[in-house]
C-alpha cells in the first residue's frame, strides 16, 4: 500500500541500494550527498557516487566476516562519515543494522547487544573499555570493527580501515523483496529492559514519500537534520528518506552551539532544517542580538521532531527566524511521520497537526471505544502504513500487545479538535521523555541499587522549561549510608556511565523508603504527587503507611 513506485526498480527494496546505486543510475553519480563538517571545522564532500562505492565496500566487508543476512550487525560511534557507509552497507547486505547512541554506558550496550544477538559492531578505540568489561557477556558477538586502529588489535578486534582497503568497491545488491527486515533501533519502556523495534525494508516507501510530501524536500535541496544516527529521526531522515530522493545533506559532528549552528545555516544555504523543540527552546534562550548577525534567507521550512512543540516556540520561530515551524508527531515503532503540521496546512501552535491523508488514526477508550472529539484517551493508529514496525525483535509477545481492538496503541494520550488536529496530552506509561531521549525509569532505578549505599530507589520524569522532563530519582538509604554531595556524585557518575548521559538523574530526594504496592511495583504516580505536590490518588493497594515515608532533610 502507499506506495511511492517511481523510487522501486525492478522490485528492488534494499535501502543500501535505493540510497546509493540507485541514485547513481539516474545520474546524481556525481552529486554532492552529504557535506561533512566536522566539529573542528573539517570539511568534506561525498558524492552519491562515494556513498556507493563506500557501502560497497563495506557490504563485502560483512559478507568477509561471515555477517549472514538476517543476523545484526551495530554502529556504536558518534556522528561520523563512517557511520553513513557502514549503515548503508550493512543494509545492502541485508544484515539487520542497528545503530547505537554513542553517550550508551556499558549497561545498556550490554542489554541491546545481548538481545539482538549482534553479531558484529562497528565502533573506535575509545569505546573499547566499554566493551571489553562486557565481552565475556555476549556469546554471539564475533567482530568489533574499530575506524580508528590502522592495524587489527586482536584476532576479534579489526582494523575498519584495513579492511575496506582490501575490499572490492562493487557489490551487487542482492533483490531484497519489501518484508525483509533491515533497520533495529531499540526503544525504552516503562518496565522491562529496552525492546528493538524491527523495520523491514518497504518502510523507504512511507520514509521516501514523507521526505517530500511533508518534508518538501526539492532535488536542489540542502537539508540539515540535526538528529544522531543512533536514534530513528537519524536513519529515517537522517539518511533514508532524502537519500533516496537524491537530495544533498549537510551533516555537522559537533554539538549544540548557538553561534555555530546559525553559522552553519547561513554558509551552507540550508533551505530546509529538522530539528527537535529541546535545541529550539535553548536557542530562544540566546541573546536575540545573535540571530540579526545572520542570513537566514535561504531557510524554506524548518521541521521539529520528539517532544511536544509548545506554542511559544512557534511564535518565537515566527518572530525571530521569519518562519512557521513545523511540528511533526511519530516514534520509533512509526518508522517515519503520521501526524503533522505540514507546509500547505494551517497551524495550530500546540497542536502536533494532523494524520496524513493515508494515515487513520484515533482517540480511543482503553474498551476499545473510538472517543468522540475533544476527548481525551489513547492515541492510536489503524496498523498497515508501510514504514510499521515489524516486531519487536526476540519480544513478541510484547509486539502483539501494542495491538488492540484493531488499533496500534502508541503510548501517547492525546485528544482530536473538531478541525482533525491531535493535541498531545502525555504518556500512558512512565516513560520520561528528557530532551527527546526516551528514558525507561527501569533502567535507571537498576543502576541505582548497584551504587553502595542506595537501598531502593524509583525514577519519575517531572516537567521541565527547557528538556520537557527531567529525570528526578527518589532513593531510600541502607542504614548507616549518609545522603551528601560525594554519594550523589557517585550516583550520576554511576548512571552515566551504566545507561547514558542523558539518563543521568537532574535531582535527587531521600525518602526513608519508596512507596510500592503490595507485589512490589514502584508506585511513580506516587512519587510524582510527592514531587509536584498533588494528590496522590487511591492508595488502597500501597504497603507503606501514610507517614512512614518522610522525606530526609
Ligand atoms: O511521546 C511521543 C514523543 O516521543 C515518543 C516517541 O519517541 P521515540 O520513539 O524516541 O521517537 C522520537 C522521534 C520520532 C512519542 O511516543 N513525541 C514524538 N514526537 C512528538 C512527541 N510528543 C509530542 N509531540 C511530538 N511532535
Known amino acids: 500500500?502507499?506506495?511511492?513506485?517511481?523510487?522501486?526498480?525492478?522490485?528492488?527494496?534494499?535501502?543500501?541500494?535505493?540510497?546509493?546505486?540507485?541514485?547513481?543510475?539516474?545520474?546524481?553519480?556525481?552529486?554532492?550527498?552529504?557535506?561533512?563538517?566536522?566539529?573542528?571545522?573539517?570539511?568534506?564532500?561525498?558524492?552519491?557516487?562515494d556513498l556507493e562505492r563506500q557501502s560497497s565496500r563495506f557490504a563485502n566487508v560483512v559478507g568477509d566476516l561471515g555477517v549472514a543476512p538476517g543476523e545484526v550487525f551495530f554502529i556504536f560511534l558518534p556522528k561520523m562519515p563512517e557511520v553513513f557507509f557502514a549503515f548503508?552497507?550493512?543494509?545492502?547486505?541485508?544484515?539487520?543494522?542497528?545503530?547505537?547512541?554513542?553517550?550508551?554506558?556499558?549497561?545498556?550496550?550490554?542489554?541491546?547487544?545481548?538481545?539482538?544477538?549482534?553479531?558484529?559492531?562497528?565502533?573506535?578505540?575509545s569505546y573499547l573499555k566499554k566493551f571489553q568489561r562486557i565481552r565475556d557477556k555476549l556469546p554471539t558477538l564475533k567482530h568489533i570493527l574499530l575506524v580508528d586502529a590502522e592495524k587489527d588489535l586482536a584476532p576479534d578486534v579489526l582494523s575498519y580501515p584495513r579492511l575496506m582497503a582490501a575490499a572490492s568497491e562493487r557489490f551487487e545488491t542482492a533483490l531484497t523483496p519489501p518484508e525483509?527486515?533491515?533497520?533495529?533501533?531499540?526503544?525504552?519502556?516503562?518496565?522491562?529492559?529496552?525492546?528493538?523495534?524491527?523495520?523491514?525494508?518497504?518502510?523507504?516507501?512511507?520514509?521516501?514519500?514523507t521526505a517530500a510530501e511533508v518534508l518538501d524536500l526539492k532535488p536542489d535541496d540542502r537539508y540539515w537534520c540535526t538528529a544522531d544516527q543512533g536514534w530513528v529521526t537519524g536513519?529515517?531522515?537522517?539518511?533514508?528518506?532524502?537519500?533516496?530522493?537524491?537530495?544533498?545533506q549537510l551533516h555537522f559532528g559537533g554539538a549544540y552551539d548557538a553561534e555555530k549552528w546559525f553559522r552553519l545555516l547561513q554558509d551552507e544555504r540550508v533551505s530546509v532544517w529538522y530539528t527537535a523543540p529541546t535545541a529550539l527552546r535553548m536557542l530562544m534562550r540566546e541573546d536575540p542580538a545573535l540571530f540579526g548577525r545572520f542570513d537566514l534567507s535561504g531557510v524554506r521550512h524548518i521541521f521539529s521532531v520528539g517532544e511536544p512543540l509548545n506554542p511559544e516556540v512557534i511564535s518565537w520561530g515566527r518572530k525571530v527566524l521569519g518562519h512557521d515551524i513545523y511540528d511533526t508527531w511519530w516514534q520509533t515503532e512509526t518508522g517515519g511521520i503520521l501526524i503533522t503540521n505540514r507546509p500547505g496546512l494551517e497551524i495550530r501552535p500546540g497542536s502536533m497537526g494532523r494524520p496524513l491523508p493515508w494515515i487513520e488514526a484515533a482517540i480511543v477508550a482503553d474498551d476499545g471505544t473510538v472517543l468522540p472529539d475533544g476527548e481525551h484517551g489513547n492515541l492510536c493508529l489503524k496498523p498497515g502504513w508501510d514504514s510499521m514496525f515489524i516486531s519487536y525483535f526476540h519480544h513478541e509477545d510484547?509486539?502483539?500487545?501494542?495491538?488492540?481492538?484493531?488499533?496500534?496503541l502508541t503510548g501517547d494520550t492525546a485528544y482530536r479538535d473538531a478541525d482533525g488536529y491531535y493535541w498531545f496530552q502525555g504518556r500512558s506509561d512512565d516513560v520520561i521523555n528528557t530532551s527527546g531521549h526516551l528514558v525507561s525509569p527501569f533502567e535507571v532505578e537498576s543502576a541505582l541499587l548497584e551504587v553502595a549505599g542506595?537501598?531502593?530507589?524509583?525514577?519519575?520524569?517531572?516537567?521541565?522549561?527547557l528538556l520537557w522532563e527531567k529525570v528526578v530519582a527518589f532513593v531510600a538509604l541502607r542504614p548507616g549510608a549518609a545522603w551528601g554531595p560525594e554519594l550523589e556524585l557517585k550516583a550520576r557518575i554511576h548512571v552515566s556511565n551504566r545507561v547514558s548521559t542523558v539518563a543521568t538523574p537532574q535531582e535527587f530526594?531521600?525518602?526513608?523508603?519508596?512507596?510500592?504496592?503490595?507485589?512490589?511495583?514502584?508506585?511513580?504516580?506516587?512519587?510524582?504527587?510527592?514531587?509536584?505536590?498533588?494528590?496522590?490518588?487511591?492508595?488502597?493497594?500501597?504497603?507503606?503507611?501514610?507517614?512512614?515515608?518522610?522525606?530526609?532533610?
Not at 510484547?398 to 496500534?408: A, T
Open 509 to 553: 530526594r531521600v525518602l526513608e523508603n519508596i512507596p510500592k504496592t503490595k507485589s512490589g511495583k514502584i508506585m511513580r504516580r506516587v512519587l510524582k504527587a510527592r514531587y509536584t505536590g498533588g494528590s496522590v490518588g487511591d492508595v488502597s493497594t500501597l504497603d507503606f503507611q501514610d507517614g512512614a515515608n518522610k522525606e530526609q532533610p
Open 398 to 408: 510484547v509486539y502483539r500487545q501494542k495491538f488492540r481492538h484493531g488499533w496500534y
Open 454 to 465: 542506595i537501598a531502593e530507589a524509583g525514577v519519575i520524569g517531572a516537567s521541565d522549561d
Open 180 to 209: 525483509t527486515p533491515s533497520v533495529l533501533h531499540y526503544t525504552s519502556g516503562s518496565t522491562g529492559k529496552p525492546k528493538g523495534a524491527l523495520h523491514h525494508h518497504r518502510s523507504v516507501l512511507h520514509q521516501s514519500r
Open 88 to 125: 548503508l552497507g550493512g543494509l545492502k547486505a541485508r544484515a539487520i543494522t542497528g545503530t547505537l547512541f554513542a553517550n550508551f554506558g556499558e549497561e545498556a550496550l550490554l542489554d541491546r547487544l545481548g538481545d539482538a544477538g549482534c553479531k558484529a559492531i562497528l565502533t573506535r578505540q
Open 235 to 248: 536513519t529515517s531522515y537522517g539518511i533514508i528518506g532524502p537519500w533516496s530522493l537524491g537530495v544533498t
Open 1 to 49: 500500500m502507499n506506495a511511492t513506485p517511481e523510487i522501486i526498480q525492478g522490485g528492488q527494496y534494499n535501502i543500501g541500494h535505493i540510497c546509493t546505486r540507485m541514485q547513481c543510475d539516474r545520474g546524481l553519480g556525481d552529486k554532492v550527498a552529504m557535506r561533512w563538517l566536522g566539529a573542528h571545522g573539517e570539511r568534506a564532500d561525498y558524492t552519491f557516487g
